[in-house]
């Protein structure tokens, strides 16, 4: 499976400093950033990615950034089976990506289509809950992993 992660950046570089290590030491996935600081800069390495770009000064907005992200993933050449976004202001912790891509067959599991997973969850934001994952009626752009057919809707 070939998966993508656009991590957002906007200014806050102490923010992406804390963010960093947990998108750059996994081969898992392909890394871009998309990043709309007014000062340019670039992570000091790629850690542990096989690939990554880095995209400047990209403008308009959060929605634009989001628009941009999806839309130039979902366009890339690798032909990505699942995309992702992450905002710089969200601490992951080690481990995130395989209990966040193990979501998708959690919900399988329970007959459900599966099209958005996420590593954060908000309480108020539950619908249905299980044990270990629930469905939630927004996850919102801070964090959240589509599959290809849900990111093209």
């Excluded at 050449?77 to 992951?92: I, Q, S």
């Excluded at 998708?104 to 599966?114: I, N, Q, R, S, Y």
């Excluded at 108020?124 to 299980?130: A, E, F, G, V, W």
Aim: proline letters at 2%.
């Amino acid at each position: 499976m070939k998966v993508a992660l656009s991590l957002l950046t906007k200014d806050r570089q102490e923010l992406t400093r804390q963010v960093l290590p947990q998108v750059t030491f996994n081969p898992a996935f392909d890394l871009h950033i998309v990043d709309a600081s007014a000062a340019v800069w670039r992570p000091a390495n790629k850690g542990g990615l096989n690939y990554y770009t880095f995209h400047a000064n990209i403008r308009g907005g959060a929605d634009a950034a989001i628009v941009f992200a999806l839309t130039m993933m979902l366009e890339h050449e690798a032909r990505y089976d699942v995309v992702g976004l992450c905002e710089n202001d969200v601490l992951l912790h080690d481990g995130w990506f395989d209990a966040t891509m193990a979501l998708f067959e959690k919900g399988k599991a329970d007959g459900l289509a599966v099209g958005a997973v996420s590593a954060r969850a908000y309480d108020d934001r539950i619908l249905i809950q299980r044990d270990g994952w629930a469905v939630m009626h927004n996850l919102g752009a801070g964090h959240v992993v589509y599959t290809r057919q849900a990111a093209e809707l």
